[in-house]
């Protein structure tokens, strides 16, 4: 299993970004998966998931309103659309998958896998 997450960069406060994350060794017709990130001196957050594979969503209150995901399982790849962005956004950020099966509220308890190495995320003037 493999998870390569890229689109980071340096933004402006109100800038957008888009993240994506190839995913390789298992299919997303049957994992879920989702992005998290990780701030200096914080603690890890689950941002948003997929709960199940119907496209149930889960997006961490700190995001929602703001941050999209979206995948296209054809191409294996789980995106992250990032507008409004804050200085508080400022992380690696971090696709992972959950292969075991945790349930629907994974992504709020970090219960996962397999991740990637990350992409960094700052926001700032």
């Known amino acids: 299993v493999q998870l390569q997450a890229s689109g980071g960069g340096l933004v402006q406060p109100g800038g957008s970004l888009r993240l994506s994350c190839a995913a390789s060794g298992f299919s997303l017709d049957h994992y879920v998966i989702g992005w998290f990130r990780q701030a200096p001196g914080k603690e890890r957050e689950g941002v948003s998931c997929?709960?199940?594979?119907?496209?149930?969503?889960y997006y961490s209150d700190s995001v929602k309103g703001r941050f999209t995901i979206s995948r296209d399982n054809a191409k294996s790849t789980v995106y992250l659309q990032l507008n409004s962005l804050k200085p508080e956004d400022t992380a690696v950020y971090y696709c992972?998958?959950?292969?075991?099966?945790?349930?629907?509220?994974?992504?709020?308890?970090?219960?996962?896998?397999?991740r990637g190495q990350g992409t960094q995320v700052t926001v700032s003037s």
């Open positions: 992972a998958t959950d292969l075991t099966g945790y349930g629907t509220n994974w992504c709020e308890r970090l219960k996962y896998d397999e």
């Open positions: 997929f709960t199940r594979n119907d496209g149930s969503t």
